[in-house]
């Protein structure tokens, strides 16, 4: 049986693609947070339902992580999780969120999704989501509502301390060869799902890493793994015979060809420069291929030979420019073919604007990360995390405000994707980070593209360009850290502007 899944999936690589996914032209979206990567402080009462704990100011020293839930219970971990998989997000959610006019989801995933990337000597992480993201991204293609898939937490950890990452921890490995290996391995197999699986086909970007560390001087190598991540979605895609502007189709291969006598001969016939032999991206396509058939096993994958069909290349995604500080990589150098980028934007963990309602609104309505992010080629650009969360308690009338004065902000690139799609509605969170709970209390319209008041930024709007606030200040070492999984006010990530 495995023998024939593989022999399918030789044959789909033939298969040509002529047309795009159905890309929205303005993104109205939400991030399905805490689904298939889980942060406890978006659900603590379920979390500890599970067996996790709530810790109070270090995440790492308690029983708060998918990490740490997966040591503390090696035996019931994925029974456990497939419970949370199989009700956090679901068929009523899908429902809700397209009667809210959403057309676009940015799923956050870890490596471990791709199980056989895990190191079980010395990771511990649950088995069994991409079932789930299977069954979820069905769920979401029948919907009409597209997918921003978003490699949210590498092998390695890609930040200190935050949940986000699956694992709480201070030593962070991610930039390393070894883990950034593993992290293009994770993107071939998921650039070959996204084309080749029926249920991935409102798949339209990858996107690279969720906010890596911001000082660029503690990445190193990062700039060449944006390159080689660009080069492995683009190189999986030539071998499953999408056209890519700019590069002619692969020779010399035939339908009898194995993975590796392709590969091998894209290596001695390409001239695209993305089949170098022993080069990185080549070791992640020879990797994937040997993980395909296992997950075409695990997913009971019956291939469906017209779902590579229509199909055109994916759009990289990145973290913008303006994301680090530092002398930074440009992502827009690693182009090849479509590239978009995410710019995400919290004003409750400090260093944007004064705790007050007046100069939060004046920040937010003179912004000018759409020129800066202009300047630097880093066009299309959508604001991929944002919410209500403000340093001081909030009024209602204020954040019906807030709510339309950064929808119509961020209305002016691409779109928006609002962090998150639902909080734990007992949480003293879900008001001001729950999409769902904001429409219930009316801060956002049912129509996303509309807005309560069109002229909320007007009194605000002055005549520079930039207001008081708004300048990134690299000699900065003291701006509130931002950490959204532990769920306090007080911090989230290093957010400098």
């Known amino acids: 049986m ?12 033939f298969l040509k693609s002529k047309t795009a996914v159905a890309v929205p032209g303005k993104i109205y979206g939400v991030n399905l947070g805490s689904w298939l990567l889980l942060e406890p402080w978006m659900l603590p009462e379920e979390w500890v339902k599970m067996g996790g704990q709530i810790c109070d100011n270090d995440c790492s020293s308690c029983i708060a992580s998918e990490f740490a839930f997966a040591a503390a219970y090696p035996t019931t971990v994925d029974e456990k999780f497939a419970e949370h998989w199989s009700t956090w997000f679901t068929q009523d959610d899908v429902n809700i969120l397209k009667g809210a006019g959403m057309n676009t989801v940015r799923l956050p995933l870890g490596f471990w999704i791709v199980e056989p990337l895990v190191n079980r ?3 511990s992480y649950p088995r069994g989501g991409i079932k789930f993201l299977s069954s979820g991204l069905k769920m979401l293609r029948d919907a009409n509502i597209q997918v921003i898939l978003d490699h949210h937490a590498l092998p390695g950890v890609q930040t200190p301390g935050q949940m986000f990452t699956g694992r709480c921890t201070n030593d962070v490995q991610f930039y390393t060869d070894y883990n950034y290996g593993r992290a293009l391995t994770w993107t071939a197999v998921m650039t070959a799902l996204s084309h080749l699986h029926a249920n991935f086909k409102s798949v339209f970007a990858i996107e690279a890493v969720n906010e890596p560390i911001m000082n660029a001087t503690k990445t190193p190598g990062y700039g060449d793994f944006q390159k080689n991540f660009v080069k492995t979605v683009r190189a999986v895609e030539l071998l499953l015979g999408i ?89 827009a150098n690693a182009a090849i ?10 004003y409750s963990f400090g260093g944007v604007a004064d705790n007050n309602t007046e100069a939060y609104l004046q920040n937010l309505c003179n912004r000018n990360d759409i020129q800066r992010d202009t300047e630097a080629g880093n ?33 002016q690139t691409a779109g928006w994707l609002f962090w998150n799609f639902k909080i734990e509605p007992t949480s003293k969170y879900a008001r001001q980070w729950s999409y ?34 708004t300048k990134r200040d690299n000699t900065l070492s003291s701006h509130t850290t931002r950490q959204r999984s532990r769920g306090h006010d007080h911090s989230k990530r290093r957010i400098l502007y």
Request: charged share 15%.
């Open 243 to 331: 056209q890519l502007e700019g590069y002619p189709a692969l020779q010399g291969m035939s339908i009898d060809a194995d993975m590796k006598t392709r590969l091998e001969n894209a290596c001695t016939t390409d001239n695209s420069g993305l089949f170098s032999p022993e080069s990185v991206v080549v070791k992640a396509l020879t990797e994937a291929a040997s993980i395909l058939p296992d997950i075409m096993l695990e997913l009971e994958w019956l291939v469906d030979f017209g779902a590579c069909q229509g199909r055109a290349p994916l759009t990289t995604n990145f973290m913008d420019i303006l994301w680090q500080y530092n002398t930074p990589s440009n992502p």
């Open 2 to 13: 495995q023998l024939l899944i593989h022999l399918l999936f030789l044959f789909l690589v």
């Open 337 to 346: 073919g479509a590239q978009a980028y995410d710019h995400h934007l919290y």
């Open 121 to 123: 000597v010395t990771e």
């Open 436 to 469: 769902m709970e904001g429409l219930k209390r009316g801060y956002f319209t049912m129509d996303p593209s509309q807005l309560h008041d069109p002229n909320v930024c007007d009194p605000y709007r002055n005549n520079s360009s930039q207001s008081p606030g």
């Open 379 to 411: 066009m299309p650009l959508w604001y991929g995390e944002w919410s209500l969360a403000t340093q001081f308690n909030a009024t209602d009338d204020f954040l019906y405000k807030w709510a339309d004065a950064q929808k119509l902000v961020y209305s």
